[in-house]
């Protein structure tokens, strides 16, 4: 089909309503590719973690998921469960009368006949969230398309409902709802487990989660390979007393919290330096300071420069940072102030949409 561009779709003159006020409108409510969802909501053991789930087009366009669409209701935000004899009175705004493929979407024509859904819909609440029953597999693979590595995939998608939400994103095992409750701001955050009890957690929002997450767990492999190499020492006695000695220390919690506490410090750092840069992988801290300035100034060779060179272009950085940036919002400071409580907390403890926004936010500036 004809693919749709933005003023094609969702300008005013696209839209129309019927002789009773009834809202007809199409829109995209399922796209394929991989989806981030927490350990937590697949009911897997261990510590939190992301974990993606791979939705192939044999699964979302198969002829027998996308007739579940067909006359299912359409709801004002997700239920509290899925919609049934029961409930569909309380919950329904609406139904969905066609569906049918453009290219990796699925696209839903809509009837929208409660008047409060309407005017949500017409004043900019505009994304779509299917919430349907689904199995999930566990199949490692890699995503033919974007080369992203997925560890589930879903099948036997049956839909029960299409909400209308303020944003979408991936949701929950068998009774999925794919979006963010209610009340959550556009920046969704997330517990933050710090040890694998998870006696001790912070809140963060999600893309500062991942940057913690990521140096916890490269600090927690390097304890535990430096506990391992006590072992072997003690077993063995091939290693001096004091070997061993320095390499339990490696592992003690003021250790683990010090190297804490110089990474997400360094981190924070290069964040203002570089306001997209990515700490994914990185935990030396001078390795920090040398990609967030090979980001800053490209055009120099930062691999072979020192480090005394590279620590006195970072330092200078950050003041040049600090003097553009004293006029940082509310929430940007909050996120620091958050980074460095756990800093302080981690000094003495050992460690730690999505259903299509990206692809539909592309579908509304007519990109492929």
Same mark, same amino acid.
């Given at each position: 089909?004809?693919?749709?561009?933005?003023?094609?779709?969702?300008?005013?003159?696209?839209?129309?309503?019927?002789?009773? %006020?009834?809202?007809?409108?199409? %829109?995209?409510?399922?796209?394929?590719?991989?989806?981030?969802?927490?350990?937590?909501?697949?009911?897997?053991?261990?510590?939190?973690?992301?974990?993606?789930?791979?939705?192939?087009?044999?699964?979302?366009?198969?002829?027998? /998921?996308? $007739? =579940?669409?067909?006359?299912?209701?359409?709801?004002?935000?997700?239920?509290?469960?899925?919609?049934?004899?029961?409930?569909?009175?309380?919950?329904?705004?609406?139904?969905?009368?066609?569906?049918?493929?453009?290219?990796?979407?699925?696209?839903?024509?809509?009837?929208?006949?409660?008047?409060?859904? +309407?005017?949500?819909?017409?004043?900019?609440?505009?994304?779509?969230?299917?919430?349907?029953?689904?199995?999930?597999?566990?199949?490692?693979?890699?995503?033919?398309?974007? %080369?992203?590595?997925? &560890?589930?995939?879903?099948?036997? +998608?049956?839909?029960?409902?299409?909400?209308?939400?303020?944003?979408?994103? $991936?949701?929950?095992?068998?009774?999925?709802?794919?979006? *963010?409750?209610?009340?959550?701001?556009?920046?969704?955050?997330?517990?933050?487990?710090?040890?694998?009890?998870? /006696?001790?957690? +912070?809140?963060?929002?999600?893309?500062?989660?991942?940057?913690?997450?990521?140096?916890?767990?490269?600090?927690?492999?390097? $304890?535990?390979?430096?506990?391992?190499?006590?072992?072997?020492?003690?077993?063995?006695?091939?290693?001096? &007393?004091?070997?061993?000695?320095?390499?339990?220390?490696?592992?003690? #919690?003021?250790?683990?919290?010090?190297?804490?506490?110089?990474?997400? #410090?360094?981190?924070?750092?290069?964040?203002?330096?570089?306001?997209?840069?990515?700490?994914?992988?990185?935990?030396?801290?001078?390795?920090? *300071?040398?990609?967030?300035?090979?980001?800053?100034?490209? =055009?120099?060779?930062?691999? =072979?420069? @020192? &480090?005394?060179?590279?620590?006195? $272009?970072?330092?200078?950085?950050?003041?040049?940072?600090?003097?553009?940036?004293?006029? &940082? #919002?509310?929430? %940007?400071?909050?996120?620091?102030?958050?980074?460095?409580?756990?800093?302080?907390?981690?000094?003495?403890?050992?460690?730690?949409?999505? #259903?299509? @926004?990206?692809?539909?936010?592309?579908?509304?500036?007519?990109?492929?």
């Amino acid at each position: 089909m004809k693919r749709m561009t933005f003023d094609e779709t969702f300008a005013p003159t696209s839209r129309f309503l019927t002789p009773e %006020g009834f809202l007809c409108v199409k %829109g995209i409510a399922a796209r394929t590719g991989v989806y981030q969802y927490l350990s937590s909501e697949l009911d897997l053991d261990g510590p939190e973690r992301i974990v993606n789930v791979y939705r192939s087009p044999e699964e979302v366009f198969s002829p027998e /998921s996308m $007739a =579940t669409y067909l006359h299912k209701d359409v709801t004002n935000d997700h239920p509290a469960d899925l919609v049934d004899s029961k409930t569909f009175k309380d919950v329904s705004v609406g139904h969905v009368r066609g569906v049918e493929r453009d290219g990796d979407n699925l696209v839903v024509d809509m009837i929208i006949k409660d008047q409060s859904a +309407i005017d949500d819909i017409q004043s900019g609440k505009a994304e779509l969230s299917p919430g349907y029953l689904a199995e999930y597999v566990e199949a490692p693979g890699i995503d033919p398309v974007s %080369g992203t590595a997925y &560890e589930y995939v879903q099948r036997d +998608i049956q839909i029960n409902h299409n909400a209308v939400v303020e944003a979408a994103r $991936a949701g929950k095992v068998a009774r999925i709802f794919d979006h *963010k409750p209610k009340g959550i701001p556009n920046m969704a955050t997330r517990k933050v487990f710090l040890d694998s009890k998870k /006696s001790r957690s +912070i809140i963060l929002d999600e893309e500062a989660a991942q940057v913690v997450e990521d140096a916890v767990s490269a600090l927690q492999r390097f $304890a535990d390979e430096q506990s391992e190499r006590a072992d072997k020492a003690e077993a063995t006695k091939d290693s001096a &007393e004091e070997e061993l000695e320095e390499a339990k220390k490696a592992t003690s #919690d003021a250790s683990i919290g010090l190297r804490v506490k110089a990474t997400l #410090d360094t981190i924070a750092l290069a964040a203002r330096v570089v306001k997209s840069f990515d700490a994914k992988g990185l935990v030396s801290p001078i390795e920090i *300071k040398r990609a967030a300035m090979a980001q800053l100034k490209p =055009t120099r060779d930062w691999a =072979t420069k @020192s &480090e005394a060179y590279v620590v006195a $272009a970072f330092d200078a950085a950050v003041d040049e940072a600090a003097e553009k940036d004293d006029d &940082e #919002d509310e929430d %940007g400071t909050k996120t620091n102030d958050s980074l460095r409580q756990f800093a302080k907390d981690a000094f003495n403890a050992p460690k730690l949409t999505t #259903d299509g @926004s990206t692809v539909y936010d592309k579908f509304l500036r007519g990109e492929k």
